[in-house]
C-alpha cells in the first residue's frame, strides 16, 4: 500500500474544510431534535447542491467515494439530516442505467429539482424495514426508517436484485409519518397506495455494492458524530475542575479517552483505505468496507458511551449537542444489517470453499520486490533440514540462532534501513515492513539489534560507529538493553544503578532485571551518573558494556512464556570513558531518541505476529468442519480479521509518518497498545476456539502445532508490557495527542 497522493489529500482537505464552514453557518445541530418537517433540511441541502455536492457518485471524474464519505463525515460532524447518502446511491444507479429517464433525473438531483431519498425494502438485510411490489407502472406497500422522505421529491428502491423502481413522491396517493428512533427525529414510514413509478434496470453495479456503499457511508456519517462528541468530551475535560483539578489529568479519563482515540483512528484509516480501494477499482475494496463494518460498529458505539460518561450529567440534557450525536451513531452503525451482515461476509471468504487468507498489501514496487527476494533467499538458506532442526528446539533455544545471523548479515538486510553513510541499505519504510512480515511469515529468528544501532548513529562517536555498528551489520555482535530495576520499570528516571567517573574508566554498580537479551555481547546499560539530578532523568548516561567485563554476574530465569531473561548484578564494573554514548547526563536524550524511532514500528512486528497466527489457526479451522462451520467461530474470526486489518493500517500509518521523518511517539503508542492487546485477546481465543489440546504445550503428546498456540499466549503479555507499559503509552497518547493536563 502506497502512501496516499498529496495531491488527493489537498483536495479533500479543501472539500472538508469548505462543508464545514457552510454547515456551521447554515446548520445548527439543536435542529437535528425537532421533528423534520423538510423546511430546514431543504435550505440546507439547497446550499450543499450550491457546492456540488449533489453530483458525487455521478462519475469518477466529479468525486469518488472517498469525496462522499468526506461529506458524510461532516454531516454527521454537524448532526445534519441533509439526503447525502440517498444522492449518491441514486447517482451510482443512473450512472450505470441506459434509459433517458436516468440522465432527466441526474439533471433534476444537480440543479437540486429533485430529492431522490433511497431504501433497500425488502433487500435490506433487516427484515423490519418493509417491502414494495410493482405491478406494471404502480407500486404498493410500505416503507419504514426512510431517511429525510419528509422533504423528498422521489423514492428510490430495489424490488428485485436487478431492477429498482422509481416512485414520484409528490401525488396523493403517498403517506408520510415521521418517525422517532433511539429518541431522535429523521426517519419517516411511507405507505404507497398503487403510487405511479417507472422501473430501472442496474448495469454493472449490484445490490450487494450498493448496499456496501450505503453501508460504508452511513459509518463514515457515524464517525463524524462520534469524532465531533468525543472533541467536545476532550475539551471539557480539559477545563471541567472536580477536587480541585481539571478531571483531564484524571488518570481514569485520560485512559478512557486513549481508548476512544485509538478506536477513531482505526475507523478513520480504514474507512479511508476501502474508499481508496473502491475508487482505484481493486477487488477487495468490500473486503475492507466489511472489515470497516465489523470493527467501527462496536468502537463507535463504545466511543459514544465513554464520551456520554466523561460528560457525566451535563451530557443528559438534550440541549446539550453531545445526545444528537450519539443517537447518530447507534442508529448508523446498525443500519443495513450493520456488523452482524459484515462479519457473515468476512466468514464467508475466510471459509467458504476452501476459504481466502488475508489480503497481501501492496508496499510499492521497493517493498513487493524486496518480499520476493526475501522470500527465495529463506527459501534456499531457511528450510528443509536445517529449519526442521531448528523448530525441534524448545522454544527457550529459538530465540537466535548465530549461524543464521551470520548468514543474513551477508546479505546487508540487517542494516535494511540504515543510512547508507554506515553501511545500511537505506530502504522506505514500507521496505522494512516487507522485511518485517516475510521474516514473520518464515519463523525466521530475530537478527540485529536496531535500537542500540539507532542510538549509536544518532550519537555515538565516529569511534564508536566504526566499532560497534560493523559487528551489528554483519551479524557477528548482539546488545541486550540493561533499563529495568527492581524499583523502576516504568518509571525508568528512578533507577539507581551508578556510573562514577574513577581516572580513565567508568565504575558501575547496580542491578538490572528482566533483561532478555542476557546473552548478548554488549549491554546497552542505562545508569545514574547524578544523584541529585533534578528532575531525576536529568542525571542518567547510557554506556555500552562488554558482557565479559569483570564484575558482572548474571543470573538466568525462565520466563513465563518459556524465554528467558536474567537479572544481572554489575559490582564494581570498570569500563573505559569512550564507553559513554552521547554526553554525560544526556541519557535520557539518548535513550528516547533510540526508541522514538524505534517504537513506530514495534506495534507493526506485533500485528504482523498476529496476522500470520491468524492464517495458522484458520488452517486449523477449516480442517475440522465441525469448527469451521461453527456460527461463534466463524463471528469471531471475522472480527479478529477486521481488527488485524486496524493494526495493520496503524502500522502503515506509522510508516507513512516515518517517511517524511520519525513518527510520533502518540502514533507510535496507539499501534502498540492496539497490536498488543489484539494478540492478547487472539491468544485467548485460540485456546477457546480449538479446545483443550492447544493448551498442550511443546513436545507434550497430541499437541497442536507442537504447543504453538498456547505459547503464544503466555508470550503476548511480554508485549503489552516491554516498550513501555500500555498504561503508560496511554498516558503518552493522552497528554501528546490530545493535550490533556500532566
Known sequence: MAAPETENLDVTAMLRDSLRGLLEEHWRASDAGEVETGTKTSAVWAKLVDQGISVLGADAEQGGLREILVVMEELGRAACPAPMWSTALANLVFANASVDLAEEMREAMRDGAARVVFSFGALDPDRGIGSVELRGQEVAGSLRFVEA??????????????????????????NRTPTRAMGAWGGWELVLDKVSARPITLGDISIDDLRTIGRTMLLARAHGAARRAFELAVSYARERRQFGQPIGKFQAIQHKLANCFIDLEGVRLILDHAAKLHDDKHREWSYFANCAMAFAGAALRRCSLETQHTFGAIGYAEEHEAPRHFKRVHLDTIALGGAAYAKRSLASRFFNDGGMGLPQYDLGAAGNELRQDLRDWLAQHWSGERKSRFDEKPFSKREFDAEFALDMGKTGWIGLGWPRQFGGQARTPLEQIAFMETMEQNEAPRTGASIQANALMMFGTPEQQASYLPEILRGEAMHGMGYSEPQAGSDLAALRTSAVLDGDHWVING???????????????????????????????????????????????????????????????????????????????????????????????????????????????????????????????????????????????????????????????????????????????????????????????????????????RHSLMWVISIGTNEIQRSLIAQRALGLPR
Open 511 to 713: 542491578q538490572k532485571i528482566w533483561t532478555t537479551t542476557w546473552w548478548g555481547k554488549y549491554m546497552f546499560l542505562a545508569a545514574r551518573t547524578d544523584k541529585s539530578a533534578k528532575p531525576p532523568h536529568a542525571g542518567i548516561s547510557m554506556f555500552i558494556v562488554p558482557m565479559n567485563a569483570p564484575g558482572i554476574t548474571i543470573r538466568p530465569a525462565s520466563t513465563m512464556y518459556d524465554g528467558t531473561f536474567a537479572n544481572i548484578f554489575y559490582d564494581n564494573v570498570r569500563i573505559p570513558l569512550e564507553n559513554l554514548v552521547g554526553r554525560v547526563n544526556e541519557g535520557w536524550k539518548v535513550l528516547t531518541g533510540a526508541l522514538a524511532f524505534e517504537r513506530g514500528l514495534v506495534g507493526g512486528g506485533i500485528v504482523l505476529k498476529v496476522a500470520h497466527a491468524f492464517e495458522q489457526l484458520r488452517r486449523h479451522l477449516i480442517a475440522d468442519p465441525a469448527l469451521g462451520g461453527d456460527p461463534i467461530i466463524r463471528d469471531r474470526m471475522a472480527t479478529f480479521a477486521s481488527e488485524i486489518e486496524i493494526g495493520r493500517l496503524l502500522m502503515m500509518h506509522c510508516a507513512d509518518l516515518a517517511a517524511d521523518g520519525v513518527t510520533p511517539p502518540e502514533y507510535g503508542a496507539i499501534s502498540k497498545v492496539f497490536s498488543s492487546e489484539l494478540m492478547e485477546r487472539f491468544g485467548e481465543s485460540a485456546l477457546e476456539m480449538l479446545g483443550m489440546r492447544a493448551a498442550l504445550s511443546e513436545q507434550m503428546p497430541g499437541a497442536i502445532d507442537n504447543g504453538r498456540f498456547e505459547q503464544n499466549l
Open 149 to 174: 422522505a419528509g422533504s423528498a421529491t422521489h423514492l428510490l428502491v430495489p424490488v428485485s436484485v436487478v431492477e429498482l423502481a422509481l416512485i414520484d413522491l409528490r401525488g396523493d396517493r403517498v
